[in-house]
C-alpha cells in the first residue's frame, strides 16, 4: 500500500496570508490526524478527523482548521499567518477499522512563514 | 494530563557502540507506547510499539520493554551503525486517540 502523503512538501508565505495543506491517508484508513512540530514546542496535536467529523482537537487558536472528504482526504488551514507558524506540520493516519492504535505518518509540510 | 519525558540529547556514540535512549511517562490508564524515529529532512517512522505492560517491542536490532512498575520504555541497541543517526522520539496514546510525545533525542553515530 501507498504511505502518507502530504502536499506540499514546502511553502514559503508572508504573515497574515492563509494556508492550505492536504493529507491523504493510507488507502483504508479513515482517522487523520494532524501534528505541529517546531524546535521550540516539539510535536503538538492539532486535531484527528473520522468520517468527516473532527473528533478531537488539541490547544491551538482558531486560526487551525481542518477538513476531511468523503474518500478520507484531509485538508488543514492557517488564516492570518504568524511567524510562529513556521513549523513542520505532519499528517498520521490510522487503522480506525480496528483496535490498532498505531499511526503512520506522512513526509510533513515544512511552512515558513516570512 | 498525560506526559512523555525522554533523557536530554544530543547523544554521540562510535559505531558497535551499546545504546540506550531513557523514556518515562505519566498517565493516568495503561497506554500503548512507542518509539519513532524521524531521519532527516523527514516525517516520522514507527520504529516499535509494546500495547502492554511486559510487552517488548523490537525491530532493526532495537528494543524498548514497557516496565508498568517503573513507568519506563527504555529504547536499547546492542551495536549501533552509522546508519542509525537521527532523532528518536517516544510517545504514548490512549483513550482520546492523540499521541503524546516526548521532546526527543538526536543521535549521531560517529564511524
Known amino acids: 500500500k501507498a504511505g502518507v502523503t502530504q502536499t506540499p512538501r514546502y511553502l514559503i508565505k508572508t504573515r497574515g496570508q492563509q494556508v492550505t495543506l492536504s493529507c491523504s491517508p493510507i488507502?483504508?484508513?479513515?482517522?487523520v490526524s494532524w501534528y505541529q512540530q517546531t524546535p521550540g514546542q516539539g510535536l503538538q496535536f492539532l486535531f484527528e478527523?473520522?468520517?468527516?467529523?473532527?473528533?478531537n482537537k488539541g490547544n491551538f487558536p482558531g486560526r487551525f482548521s481542518g477538513r476531511q472528504f468523503s474518500n478520507s482526504r484531509s485538508e488543514m488551514n492557517v488564516s492570518t499567518l504568524e511567524l510562529g507558524d513556521s513549523a513542520l506540520y505532519l499528517c498520521?493516519?490510522?487503522?480506525?477499522?480496528?483496535?490498532?492504535?498505531?499511526?503512520?505518518f506522512g513526509p510533513g509540510t515544512r511552512l515558513l512563514v516570512l | 494530563g498525560d506526559s512523555v519525558t525522554q533523557m536530554e540529547g544530543p547523544v554521540t556514540l562510535s559505531e558497535e557502540a551499546f545504546l540506550t535512549i531513557n523514556c518515562t511517562y505519566t498517565a493516568t490508564g495503561y497506554p500503548s507506547l512507542f518509539w519513532y524515529v524521524q531521519y532527516p529532512g523527514e516525517g516520522l517512522q514507527l520504529l516499535l510499539k509494546a500495547t502492554k505492560a511486559d510487552d517488548k517491542g523490537s525491530n532493526k536490532g532495537f528494543e524498548a520493554t514497557y516496565r508498568k512498575e517503573t513507568t519506563s520504555f527504555h529504547l536499547e541497541k546492542g551495536s549501533v551503525q552509522v546508519s542509525d543517526s537521527a532523532v528518536y522520539f517516544c510517545a504514548l496514546i490512549q483513550g482520546a486517540q492523540k499521541l503524546v510525545f516526548g521532546q526527543g533525542t538526536r543521535l549521531t553515530i560517529n564511524p
Open positions: 488507502s483504508g484508513h479513515r482517522s
Open positions: 478527523y473520522f468520517s468527516e467529523t473532527q473528533r
Open positions: 498520521a493516519s490510522r487503522d480506525s477499522g480496528t483496535s490498532e492504535e498505531t499511526q503512520y
